[in-house]
């Protein structure tokens, strides 16, 4: 319906469009929305990352790389729908532009740096190194290994602890629905309710 927000999809961390399955195209036909997906660089089958990343990667990407593109496709005030990664992203970029944005819905975003966040990644990277992982991590990107690299390397450096964009937060102005689970084993549910302690309009889902 022309009348409806465009859905925009951020994915995760070691997400792309295939990884997202059909959940953006269900989420679409049910809220007759337009809906943009898309591999951010590096993902999928998007172009390589032209260096390493530093503990600003999702600032750029909130706030150099999201706003031409939206603007090059003629997005106005979308709805960002973001996961982990995604959804740092998302508030980011909502604090960034609070007139510009209609809503968001972030799942399991990350606001702060948690040693459960620091444990699970390590985990992950054993379970890389000895599994099948990268294989499967292949149907989904170019190079499997440039993307898991790139995850759990930032996210591990000392650099990236004192990352943190809870003063962010007050500024977003638009309605945020915010869904952590219990059992996640990269956050706890002060990820989110460090959200609604600060945005003025804020829905929790706690799973």
Do not use: N
């Amino acid at each position: 319906r022309s009348d409806r927000p465009t859905l925009v999809f951020l994915h995760e961390g070691l997400g792309s469009v295939a990884l997202w399955g059909d959940f953006p195209a269900r989420v679409a036909q049910a809220s007759a929305c337009r809906a943009l997906v898309w591999s951010r660089l590096g993902h999928g089958h998007s172009a390589p990352l032209p260096a390493p990343r530093t503990p600003r990667y999702m600032h750029q990407e909130a706030r150099q790389h999201l706003p031409p593109l939206l603007a090059a496709l003629g997005i106005e005030r979308p709805v960002l729908i973001g996961h982990s990664d995604g959804g740092s992203i998302a508030l980011i970029h909502a604090a960034a532009r609070p007139d510009r944005v209609a809503g968001a819905v972030v799942l399991a975003p990350h606001e702060f740096v948690e040693e459960k966040a620091l444990a699970g990644i390590r985990r992950a990277g054993e379970l890389y190194a000895t599994s099948d992982w990268p294989r499967r991590l292949g149907r989904y990107h170019r190079d499997p290994d440039a993307v898991f690299r790139a995850w759990h390397d930032t996210w591990l450096s000392p650099a990236f602890r004192s990352w943190d964009i809870r003063h962010c937060l007050p500024a977003i102005r638009c309605p945020l629905l915010a869904i952590q689970g219990e059992d996640d084993e990269y956050a706890t549910m002060r990820q989110i309710d460090c959200i609604a302690e600060a945005a003025p309009d804020v829905e929790l889902l706690k799973l």
